[in-house]
């Protein structure tokens, strides 16, 4: 792993490749003997073996996460929030090694893996600034502004924080994922227990030992890892979780289904519509469209996953976007190339099913569908109906389907007819059509001239109907990962008030 060694020495396992998990303020192999591999998207071979843990792992660690939650709802505020900081510079300064993680096991291009660990520091840090800010202040409310009463109850109230959070980050973000869920849970005085993605556990092991390398508190933050067949139901419906936050796909939904009286975070899929009206600067729409469809291969849940442009101007649009995939440079992400393999195999079998579906149907192939291994090439599929898979699902991949539209109310029942609702983007140069198209997209976020993007990581992130339930954003997750808690000082009731 190159500069492993030193920093990252004590999260290795015996030979090189093998990582332990993290439980207790400490780095262990598990009792099962067993290990998960984790295959390398691009030579499809196994690149690292993690551990698969025990379910009696998992209850020792919700146990020392419970006990030390106690103390460290205690801790004072700034203090938190100074380990918060600290914990921000150590993954800051270890981008390199944790960069090259992401690179070997998901096949992100290499300055996009830079970038993801930086932007996770930067998110820690806005994260305990912003906590000491809305957990350092509660309201004070007073009876008499309810009818009937009088000024003889003071009510105080302040946020604390749930107890254990379960975080369960996805595959494409599996360093931003973690830190936004870690981050408001532990400013907020949580304990958290992390549960990485086999693909992007390695990454998230050393983010986790970032923190580790802060100085938190023993039980405070665990990592564990392991077959979801084994331990994800077990880890999603142990009594000791008091909130989950899960940013993934169906699973996300089964979990919600299963899951006992707790409160959830969860962020799933995406089918996000791109509207192209006829007055829309369509240079502008084409390097969105690129750049949001076709950007890490497409394995974004906020990536265009939908065209959908006026008749008048769908020839215009669809060549401008032509020329700038045909400049897009395909292969291995160690060379930063735009499109690299997809993670799986599995999910490079799903997305060429959603392309023979739409040939077979007769959709208009921009390109000539190639794929060698995990690496598809990027795919602009023109003329797309209604009755094609393409159409409503999501490939997860460089695919992208235009869909030719008569007018925006076209466009908008499109985009509200899909079981998604996470983002959407409108193209136009008319600001009250594009409020007015807006208003009606049912979408947790709409986008003005701009592809769908989760980012600044302060905004609110979130989505309608099965693309989850709750907010996501700094702010939204600090005050989801804690409650109201009133304290009631009953006054006598004044003399002057006794008539």
Known sequence: MGENGGVFAAIIAGERDTFKYYSEGEWKVSTSGKTVPIVNPTTRKTQFKVQACTQEEVN??????????????????????????????????????????????????????????????DLVSYCAEEGVR??????????????????????????????????????????????????PALIAGNAIVLKPPTQGAVAALHTVHCFHLAGFPKGVISCVTGKGSEIGDFLTMHPGVNCISFTGGDTGIAISKKVGMIPLQMELGGKDACIILEDADLDLAAANIVKGGFSYSGQRCTAVKVVLVMESVADTLVKKVNEKVGKLSVGPPENDCDITPVVTES??????????DAKKKGATFCQEYKREGNLIWPLLLDKVKPDMRIAWEEPFGPVLPVIRIGNAEEGIH??????????????????????LISDAMETGTVQINSAPARGPDHFPFQGLKDSGIGSQGVTSSINMMTKIKSTVINLPVPSYAMG
């Not at 959407?424 to 594009?434: L, S, V």
């Open 134 to 183: 809305i957990l350092g202040e509660g309201k004070f409310l007073v009876s008499d502004s309810f009818p009937g009463n009088e000024r003889t109850k003071y009510c105080l109230t302040s946020k604390i924080p749930l107890g254990v959070v379960l975080a369960i980050p996805p595959f494409n973000y599996p360093v931003n994922l973690s830190v936004s869920k870690i981050a």
């Open 60 to 121: 020792k660690v919700m146990e020392s996460a419970k006990i030390a939650q106690k103390s460290w709802a205690k801790t004072p505020l700034w203090k938190r929030a100074e380990l918060l900081h600290k914990a921000a510079a150590i993954l800051k300064d270890h981008k390199k090694p944790i960069a090259e993680c992401l690179v070997k096991e998901i096949a992100k291009p290499a300055k996009d893996a830079a970038t993801e660990v930086v932007r996770s520091g």
């Open 414 to 435: 499109h985009c509200n007819a899909s079981n998604f609702g996470l983002q959407g983007c409108i193209f136009t140069r008319d600001i009250n059509k594009a409020m």
């Open 347 to 356: 999910s490079a079998n799903y997305i060429e099913s959603l392309v023979m």
